[in-house]
C-alpha cells in the first residue's frame, strides 16, 4: 500500500514487488484522510507553528513537539 507517488511507482520498487508476488493494493494518491498519522502531523505543525518565538534549534523544535504531542487529545474510533 503507498500515496501512488512517483518514488513510490518506480520501475525498482514495481520489480521488487512483482519478483516477491505482492499485489498492490488500489489508493487514492495522496490521500491523507485514509492515513491518520497525517492529521496527527498536521496538528503538531499547526500548534507548533503558532509558537511565539517560534523554536530556533533543533533542540527547540524537538521540545515543541514533544509538549505539543502531550497536549493532543487521544481519541478512539
Do not use: K
Amino acid at each position: 500500500m503507498d500515496d501512488n507517488s512517483r518514488p513510490h511507482r518506480a520501475n525498482l520498487v514495481e520489480d521488487s514487488l512483482f519478483e516477491e508476488g505482492i499485489v498492490r493494493m488500489e489508493w487514492p494518491a495522496c490521500s491523507p484522510d485514509m492515513n491518520p498519522i497525517e492529521h496527527v502531523w498536521d496538528t503538531l505543525g499547526r500548534r507548533v507553528a503558532g509558537h511565539q518565538p517560534p523554536p530556533q534549534t533543533l533542540q527547540e523544535l524537538e521540545r515543541a513537539l514533544l509538549e505539543e504531542g502531550d497536549r493532543i487529545p487521544p481519541t478512539r474510533d
